[in-house]
């Protein structure tokens, strides 16, 4: 973002941190490109693999050094991704630290917002630019590492270790919701910085209110969309759905009434012992592949809710505290 192309409160934030803004752009060009040659590696080492004729399937003598190296390289591969879905899943965190330490709480900690308070900028104009100049960045910089993240997940599939798309950390790096979290932490970072108006109490503050809400997103997840239940009369094999979340499997009586999945797994006569209770079949509550989509844009609305509610409350504080 050219400090040319900005006026006012705006254009002195990115001059402000404009070093810290040109180190996390660094830092995320060369996560994308780490990405990108490692997925390179990945594909010419599957490449090579195919030409030797040696099949994972059926290794055959000759071919066991061909076939570690080759399943060694997609195992780092899915590894590397994984470790880039923790990294988008704390970004948030660091997002909102920024905002309520070195962004907000330093400058109310040090009193020097009134040189800009005093040059003709309203404390409301003030904080306004505070939170645009990064939520501008923070919406673009986290769109396209989803977007990159998502591409690179798909690679695994492809692979002997792919990356399911209902594993906590990968589902929270790629769709909307990083962007929701991510602009949620802006939110509560500046409201932080305004309550407490100290940088490192304000910065503790945000990373706990960020990790209370993700915890419990996370544990409220598969309730956000209505599940798919599969049932096989007792006795079947239930055929567990592909590419899918289980969220519970137990069994079903005849009133429809549902029993544990641990219901007599302790009984020496497990057939015996469902009888008894009156157990008429099997069920599988999960959400297939299809409900990603569902879950996310559900989630993410969540999240701009709280992310409002936080910077009106931000600007409450601010107008009772400086009117």
Known sequence: ?????????????????????????????????????AWWWTSRTGDAFAGTGCSVEHTVRGCGIDVRHFLSVELHFSRLVRYAGV?????PALIGVFVAGPMIG??????TYRLSWSQSVTPARWLAAKL???????????????????????????????????????????????????LLCLALGALAGL?????????????????????????????????????????????????????AVGWVTGDGTRLSGTTCTEAADTAACLVRHGATAR??????????????????????????????????VLRHRHA
Do not use: C, K
């Not at 999960?286 to 409350?313: D, N």
């Open 1 to 37: 973002m050219s400090t040319l192309a900005l006026r006012g409160p705006a254009r002195i934030v990115v001059r402000q941190h404009r070093l810290v803004l040109w180190t996390t752009g660094a830092l995320a060009l060369a996560g994308i490109a780490l990405m990108a040659g």
């Open 87 to 91: 990294v988008m899943m704390v970004l």
């Open 106 to 111: 330093r400058e109310l900690e040090d009193g």
């Open 132 to 182: 645009a100049v990064p939520a501008v960045l923070t919406l673009a910089g986290v769109s396209v590492l989803s977007a990159v993240f998502a591409w690179a997940r798909s690679r695994t599939s492809g692979t002997h270790y792919p990356a399911p798309w209902f594993e906590w950390e990968v589902y929270g790096a790629m769709g909307p919701a990083p962007v929701g979290y991510a």
């Open 195 to 247: 309550l407490i108006r100290r940088a490192l109490p304000a910065m503790a503050v945000t990373v706990v209110a960020y990790s209370a809400v993700a915890v419990v997103l996370n544990s409220v997840r598969h309730g956000l969309w209505p599940l798919r239940t599969d049932t096989v009369p007792l006795g079947s094999e239930i055929r567990y759905p592909s590419v899918a979340a289980d969220v």
């Open 283 to 316: 069920y599988i509550d999960y959400h297939p592949a299809s409900h990603f989509w569902p879950l996310q844009l559900v989630e993410t609305g969540i999240l701009l809710v709280l992310a409002a509610a936080a910077v009106a409350l931000a600007f409450r």
